[in-house]
């Protein structure tokens, strides 16, 4: 194998210092740009239907070429990152991303589901490698400058669609994807020259050197078969399940539980997530006082508690409630598990990425279809929303014998 390289410390003080924060909020706003791509399909998709002339069933296919695009590009990018770069693997992925958005407005259902299928594939990518970037820029703040990224996507997945939908009020997409399309473009153009402004050997952001470190359970060669690496697996599979479930399945509940003809309970998805930006806001903050671990723990209880209060409340209002507490506690787990994991592997945390990502969107694809099951079988929503606080206990669980492999590894 080449000669592979990582980010150099003068590059690490450089970016953690002077320019430090300039860095961080430009790939804030590049990731809440990727929050924005990601629920783009919400917005346009009667406006898509429409122009393509297409059903519901033709239409559902664009969901599903997304999130298998997105599959594929977090499989991949473990091993892209070794063989591009960091900052050139994300140049292209925004590049592409604008390239496909900009093929939504053309007048064809097959280039449309291509394109859809392709920038599913760029987030695939752009996901796993912005998350890498800022951990390998602020290693001794990981948590907090990946939950801050997170706040970024939730952020960009909450103002994105009204956005849109406002840009897009006379019925046609050329303003709002125009617009989108110029803003990716750019983020593109600045990070291309930042690679070459900070790698003027032309060596770039690679992989760190794969080294294997000494605390991977004897499972070097293999590190997903570390007590460690199940655990975290494990976990993140269910978090991402339970998220996807929650947010996708809370309005057909409250619409249920509530009369048909009242329409706040279509608006619980938008408690859910204003519940998860706030908690990604705060979470640097609660980092001062509580270790990444416990964070964690503590979100898992909160999280717990708010799918509690969702199927034992009896009215739209406590179901909503519920809903805000649950995005609230989940918010933390994701950028903070991912922060303690590139810790633990180091330098074999840019191979492992990619299975994070992908293991997070299985996750995200088998246990919303897992609730519909359980709710088909017995006529009873709520007790499909059983598997997603079901998930969550099992979390709880699942993080208490990670703090144990982590106690066992700092002793």
């Not at 001794?140 to 939950?147: G, T």
């Not at 070097?220 to 494990?234: D, E, H, I, N, V």
């Amino acid at each position: 194998m080449g000669e592979n390289h990582s980010l150099s410390i003068g590059e690490a003080e450089a970016c953690s210092g002077q320019r430090g924060k300039q860095f961080a909020l430009f790939m804030c706003f590049g990731f809440l740009l990727v929050g924005v791509v990601g629920t783009l399909l919400g917005p346009i998709l009667p406006m898509l239907a429409a122009k393509w002339q297409v059903g519901d069933a033709e239409v559902s296919w664009l969901f599903v070429a997304q999130f298998s695009g997105g599959i594929i590009g977090s499989a991949l990018s473990g091993r892209m990152i070794a063989r591009v770069g960091l900052l050139r693997l994300l140049t292209y992925g925004y590049a592409a991303t604008a390239a496909a958005v900009a093929c939504l407005g053309v007048s064809s259902w097959a280039i449309g589901l291509l394109s859809v299928f392709c920038f599913g594939f760029t987030l695939g990518l752009t996901g796993p490698v912005m998350s890498l970037l800022m951990a390998e820029v602020y290693p001794n703040r990981r948590a907090v400058a990946l939950n801050v990224l997170g706040f970024a996507w939730a952020l960009g997945a909450v103002a994105g669609p009204p956005m849109i939908a406002l840009l897009a009020r006379d019925g046609g997409l050329i303003r709002p994807l125009g617009g989108l399309v110029m803003m990716l473009l750019g983020v593109a153009s600045l990070i291309a020259w930042r690679a070459l402004a900070d790698s003027p050997s032309g060596s770039d952001l690679r992989a760190p050197n794969r080294k294997n470190p000494a605390h991977l359970d004897g499972s070097a060669r293999r590190p997903w078969r570390s007590l460690y690496a199940l655990l975290t697996g494990a976990l993140i599979f269910l978090y991402v399940g339970t998220e996807t479930a929650t947010s996708g399945w809370i309005a057909t509940y409250a619409q249920r539980l509530s009369a048909p003809t009242n329409e706040f309970g279509t608006m619980t998805p938008s408690v859910f997530w204003l519940g998860l930006l706030i908690g990604r806001a705060v979470a640097p903050a609660v980092l001062i006082l509580v270790s990444e671990a416990a964070l964690v723990l503590i979100s898992l209880f909160i999280g717990g508690a708010g799918l509690l209060i969702i199927l034992f409340g009896s009215n739209l209002v406590s179901v909503t409630l519920g809903v805000g507490v649950t995005g609230l506690g989940l918010a933390a787990i994701f950028p903070t598990t991912f922060a303690i994991f590139t810790r633990y592997f180091g330098a074999l945390s840019s191979e492992l990425t990619g299975s994070f990502f992908v293991v997070g969107g299985l996750g995200g694809a088998l246990i919303p279809l897992l609730v519909g099951f359980v709710s088909g079988r017995t006529g009873d929503l709520r007790l499909g929303l059983l598997v997603p606080a079901l998930g969550v206990a099992v979390m709880i669980v699942l993080q208490l014998c990670i703090v144990q492999v982590l106690g066992r590894r700092r002793s």
